[in-house]
């Protein structure tokens, strides 16, 4: 049990107990309601007292007061009757992967997963620990929150407290490279445990006995008795790409009342394809970008996820739910990149852009005339790319500014791309032939420029008028 510190806060959820034991004395106590109700309590020495155990009807800020004047105050928090569920979608290879998680004292499972760490109150949990020489371990069950942080004063002196918050804590032995722990019942707490267990989010600890080495830990749920048996519940999914996109998924949502709602999901995945009318093919070489997403290219086509990360709070018992996304994404080509806005994605909804696209040939040629062969690095609207070989570029009808890093080209070409084109860029043999032309070509502008200059002021010297 914890002191009472006065001045201290602590936080209680519906279906919790507040109980008191006093050490040393008979004494009586005082709780006032959130309305203000005071009702007196006569505690004796050594005895555990239960105070109050909280219900739906008892949110709010209540206060003990001892007969000493010490006061505690216990926040009683409203419970989330429709917890907010975060649903988090991916692509791995031909692979969805989708996982939902919810607050810690709710639970929201996949009723078509692996069957993977979902408990009932009262059942046995099993952890294996095969290869470690132990004989005995703590097991311990906690919720899956923060820490209780408690501060105030004991006779007169200042103190703050900072513990795990425990459902419960034992020795246990370890029989044939695992260990069992029965999960309390609800409502109740096991040894050493401050909170009591509600449905919800805990996290399964072994920790070593001799020097608290963490030595496994796992995630679990604690669902309501009436899913015993369901073997497919789980915080995740995985399915094929095609799956994904052409059925709905189960999903259980409960609060810590135990409520609980069915929603039929379908996810936000769907496939990406972008068309060369000109060519009249299906072209794999552009990048999608679209913010909160995730995708593969397979081939010519993209796999995509349109929501990496979406929440879920307005539902009720049977909704069906599609989410579809009105948003802006780029495509990048090779040299170019366009921006569509507004366009909408909906799941299972396979999409494909058709476009207009040119093939540009990038020719690096020398002043004798011959072609340059091997590696070379050419820029397309500032983008560098390096190729062993001429590349052949498909590209929207656009104003391209095409420059040779390698060979180097003697400045740039401006160029509109209206149709297939093989374009040719001049190259010098070597940096310093281009530094010495570009030389050249300064000093020539210079020694012009110095003429028409001498030329200018002879003129001006000749058409002088004389002073009679």
């Not at 988090?88 to 692996?114: C, H, K, Q, Y």
């Not at 509600?198 to 749920?221: F, K």
């Amino acid at each position: 049990m914890l002191p009472l510190l006065d001045g201290g806060v602590l936080t209680a959820r519906v279906g919790e107990s507040l109980a008191v034991r006093l050490m040393g004395r008979d004494g009586r106590l005082n709780v006032f309601s959130p309305q203000g109700d005071v009702r007196e309590t006569f505690i004796r020495d050594g005895l555990l007292t239960v105070l109050k155990k909280f219900t739906v009807d008892d949110v709010g800020e209540w206060v003990v007061e001892t007969d000493e004047g010490a006061r505690l105050t216990i926040v009683v928090e409203d419970p989330q009757l429709k917890p907010p569920v975060s649903l988090n979608v991916w692509i791995e290879n031909t692979t969805v992967v989708a996982t939902v998680a919810t607050s810690p004292n709710a639970f929201a499972l996949f009723m078509d997963g692996r069957g993977e760490d979902v408990y009932t109150p009262g059942s046995t949990l099993l952890m294996n620990i095969q290869g470690l020489n132990v004989q005995v371990v703590r097991f311990d069950l906690l919720k899956k929150a923060d820490r209780i942080r408690y501060a105030g004063k004991l006779n007169q002196l200042q103190y703050t407290v900072e513990l795990d918050q425990v459902v419960s804590s034992q020795f246990v032995q370890v029989r044939g490279g695992s260990v069992s722990l029965q999960i309390p019942a609800k409502d109740f707490s096991g040894p050493q445990g401050l909170r009591v267990l509600g449905y919800g989010q805990y996290v399964a600890r072994l920790v070593a006995t001799g020097d608290n080495r963490l030595i496994a830990e796992r995630e679990i749920t604690v669902v309501p008795e009436r899913f015993r048996g369901f073997g497919g519940l789980s915080r995740s999914v995985r399915v094929d790409l095609h799956q994904a996109m052409s059925r709905n998924f189960t999903l259980v949502v409960g609060n810590e009342l135990g409520d609980v709602r069915v929603l039929q999901l379908r996810l936000p995945v769907t496939v990406f394809n972008v068309y060369d009318r000109t060519h009249s093919q299906r072209i794999d070489r552009y990048q999608l970008f679209l913010e909160n997403s995730s995708s593969q290219k397979t081939g010519d086509t993209t796999l995509l996820a349109f929501y990496n990360s979406l929440s879920i709070q307005d539902y009720e018992n049977n909704t069906y739910l599609e989410p579809s996304r009105i948003s802006t994404f780029t495509l990048a080509f090779d040299g170019h990149v366009v921006e569509y806005n507004n366009f909408k994605f909906s799941p299972g909804v396979p999409t494909t852009i058709d476009l207009n696209l040119y093939s540009l040939v990038l020719r690096l040629v020398y002043p004798n005339g011959s072609v340059h062969r091997g590696t070379r690095v050419v820029e397309v609207n500032g983008m560098a790319f390096r190729d062993l070989d001429e590349r052949l570029f498909l590209l929207p009808p656009e104003n391209y500014v095409i420059r040779a890093l390698e060979p180097k080209s003697f400045a740039p070409v401006h160029y509109t791309l209206t149709s297939d084109t093989v374009l040719t860029i001049m190259v010098l043999e070597n940096a310093e032939a281009l530094a010495s032309l570009r030389v050249s070509a300064l000093f020539m502008a210079l020694l012009l420029g110095y003429a028409s200059f001498r030329l200018f002021r002879m003129r001006k010297t000749f058409y002088r008028a004389r002073s009679g």
